[in-house]
DNA sequence: AATATACATTTGTACATACAATAGATGTTT
DNA sequence: AAACATCTATTGTATGTACAAATGTATATT
């Protein structure tokens, strides 16, 4: 009973993990963990604008990240900066630096080239049908 | 240029991590960390059956877990419990106690009742379709 | 203005994790 | 049988994570 809906959500959990696993070891290769990977990204997201430790927090995959410990290492990598929001002293203005930027280049090409075999797997009509699917899932 | 790849598996790392995330906090409560679970389950189904360290390790979900350490945990507790392989002194036995058969009843509800809302959100037919298209995926 | 409340981030600390190094047992080769 | 390689589990250690408490700032209430 629900056996096929537990099926399914262990392919989900197990496909899920196993794709951020991957991704952990080839960016460590960099000595770049993916909680600082993703809010690397997330502040070249933010195009040029500073935003705060909690703008980044509400954007993480993983919310119970210490934000301000990660923003620490990558700011000893002189990939991001830091400083006091001028309107607001209680938030800090996060950003990317040129250096981040290009590291950050090496990365996504990295990353990229572990996805390719993957790509072509599904027609993009599947994987409009499975991103919708587990869409309507967690509805 | 493959968005739509991109997103789909989005989806799925999101999904994956946000029930694996939701499941430790409903099993916080009792004291079990989500490895822990993982492993106390995989010693039930075994079935009686004393299996090696090595064993649990190959049945994981995330396989870089550190199974010496979290059975340390569970044999604090009373659930689970050690003894030198008679036929192989390098390996070890592990078994689930009743104590542990016992707690992981409960653990067993407490998920179940988390999955409850989710498990009529898709028909059967979509579930199969949903399994097949992430197992195409990684084939 | 003084006090209280809410907000944003940092820090302390206990715990978990990753991975290499180690130890001990078994298997293989000569 | 001795020497070497392989297998299995544990441990050491550095690093990361979770969560509560603390710090400092802004806003609201009296």
Same mark, same amino acid.
């Given at each position: ?36 990977f ?5 502040? %070249? ?7 705060? $430790?909690?703008? $980044? ?7 119970? =990240?210490?934000?301000?410990?990660? $923003?620490?290492?990558?700011?000893i990598?002189?990939?991001?900066? %830091?400083?006091?929001?001028p309107t607001? %002293? %209680? ?33 993009? =009509? ?14």
């Open positions: 009973m629900n056996k096929k809906y537990y099926e399914t959500i262990f392919q989900i959990i197990r496909t899920g993990h196993w794709i951020t696993d991957q991704v952990s070891k080839e960016l460590k290769e960099f000595g770049i963990t993916e909680p600082q993703n809010v690397l990204r997330i502040l %070249r997201g933010a195009k040029g604008k500073p935003i705060s $430790v909690s703008d $980044v927090l509400e954007r993480m995959v993983q919310r119970n =990240s210490n934000i301000t410990r990660i $923003v620490d290492k990558l700011l990598k002189g990939f991001a900066e %830091r400083k006091e929001c607001n %002293r %209680r938030k800090m203005d996060l950003t990317i630096t040129e250096a981040g930027l290009k590291k950050l280049k090496e990365l996504d090409e990295r990353v990229e080239a572990f996805h390719q075999p993957f790509i072509g797997k599904l027609s993009p =009509s599947e994987l409009e049908t499975l991103k919708k699917l587990i869409i309507k899932l967690k509805s």
